[in-house]
């Protein structure tokens, strides 16, 4: 689980997560259950592409708690 993990090991938001899987950066993603479904498609599209092993998680406000930050996150992605 993401709980454990060290901040410097993990990026924060949708934008910060394609950029590191196309940069091939990406150990596992994280994925909140309730993203805007265009976003959802295009961050599974590319985890697919990839075969980058993910996780779902209940909410944006759980991961973004989980992950540290004040704010919800809609993914967050683990670093090699």
Do not use: H, Y
Not at 6 to 28: D, F, H, M, R, Y
Request: positive net charge.
């Amino acid at each position: 689980m993401l709980s454990n993990k060290c901040s410097a090991e993990l990026l924060v938001g949708s934008k910060q997560t394609l950029k590191a899987i196309a940069n091939n950066q990406v150990k596992k993603i994280f994925l909140a259950k309730d993203i805007d479904q265009p976003l959802k498609k295009e961050i599974l599209k590319a985890v697919n592409d990839n075969n980058i092993p993910f996780e779902i998680v209940e909410s944006k406000n759980e991961l973004g708690r989980i992950c540290g930050i004040d704010v919800s996150a809609a993914s967050a992605a683990l670093l090699k």
